[in-house]
């Protein structure tokens, strides 16, 4: 789904969508809190995924997590994962991590406009966001920060959440290679948040 911009109706279907996989399948204290955060509290159902990479348009942080949650959905189904590899994981943790993996993103990006040479070479002014974060706390680890705030992950869940940039992140390689080895949800998850950004977005 390459889009350059979402319609509001498919804004409002994307949050209903992310509003009824959570509330069926993420039930543990505090999921109603953290999704009446989301809800009333962020622009997480306004906001873009990035300033000017995938997602860069309003909607598009509820977008990428929904496609984050299908490719990692689809990729846990594959007998190899499920058979070889023995992955298995309850629907709870597969739609926390997915869903909520970019919760960190909600809140920090800002509109504004910034000037470019159209076809004609004649600088105009265009749309564009700006990242402005007023709690820099890094990004996969800030995501698990909010989200203990207002229910507890398992040590697997806050990993694979931390550690879904992959080496494609600033983390330490190492660290990133040991937390892939201990807790294979956090390669799933980087697995489908790469898939999801590089060939839906």
């Known amino acids: 789904m390459n889009v350059t911009e979402l319609k509001p109706q498919q804004i409002e279907e994307n949050k209903q969508r992310f509003t009824e996989i959570f509330t069926s399948c993420v039930t543990r204290d505090g999921s109603d809190k953290l999704l009446d955060y989301l809800t009333n509290k962020s622009d997480f159902f306004t906001a873009p995924a990035s300033t000017k990479f995938h997602g860069s348009f309003d909607g598009g942080l509820a977008q990428h997590s929904l496609n984050v949650y299908d490719c990692l959905k689809d990729y846990l189904s594959r007998q190899?994962?499920?058979e070889q590899y023995r992955m298995s994981y309850s629907e709870e943790s597969i739609a926390i991590c997915a869903l909520l993996h970019d919760i960190c993103k909600a809140n920090v990006y800002v509109r504004g406009t910034r000037n470019?040479?159209?076809?004609?070479?004649?600088?105009e002014k265009v749309p564009t966001y700006?990242?402005?974060?007023?709690?820099?706390?890094?990004h996969g680890e800030k995501s698990v920060y909010m989200i203990t705030g207002f229910m507890r992950l398992t040590r697997e869940e806050a990993f694979a959440i931390r550690y879904h940039m992959g080496?494609?992140?600033?983390?330490?390689?190492?660290?990133?290679s040991k937390a892939f080895e201990m807790f294979p949800l956090a390669f799933a998850l980087s697995t489908a948040d790469m898939e999801a950004s590089y060939f839906l977005e």
């Open 167 to 176: 080496f494609s992140g600033c983390e330490e390689k190492g660290n990133v």
């Open 130 to 138: 700006f990242f402005e974060d007023n709690l820099p706390y890094g």
């Open 80 to 82: 190899r994962a499920k």
């Open 116 to 123: 470019v040479k159209n076809d004609q070479g004649v600088w």
